[in-house]
């Protein structure tokens, strides 16, 4: 959940979207946090996560709620910490073991220290 929120900084705010709510609403960013979750977290975690595909499903469902209006300007806050504590060790398990390709993860970090 504060992986998806963290990712949704970076891709959802350059296109102009205010909360997670209107992030989710519009479909390319939605597409884009689907594969992130479904395609490169969801790998990475494995087994570790009991039912992982329902969590990330509710986890969208969740961001939809039209009850609340979690601003994206918040969130980022600490981006730069929240990105190295909530998705890094991800990339990293990712690269260590080369078998899960992660684009959007890489995307994330690149051009940053």
């Known amino acids: 959940l504060n992986g998806a929120h963290t990712a949704l900084v970076d891709y959802a705010m350059p296109r102009g979207c205010k909360t997670v709510r209107e992030a989710i609403e519009t479909p390319d960013v939605r597409d884009w946090l ?7 977290i969801l790998p990475v975690l494995g ?3 009991e039912d992982g595909e329902a969590f990330a499903n509710d986890t969208l469902e969740r ?3 039209p009850f609340l209006e979690h601003r994206l300007e918040d969130i980022a806050l600490y981006h730069d910490e929240k990105l190295r504590t909530r998705l890094l ?3 990293l398990e990712s690269q260590e073991a080369s078998r899960i390709d992660t684009p959007l993860l890489n995307e994330l ?3 940053r220290n």
Do not use: H, I, K, Y
């Open 34 to 40: 689907e594969r992130l979750l479904f395609e490169e």
């Open 63 to 65: 961001f939809g709620n």
């Open 89 to 91: 060790p991800t990339l």
């Open 109 to 111: 970090f690149s051009g």
């Open 47 to 49: 087994d570790r996560v």
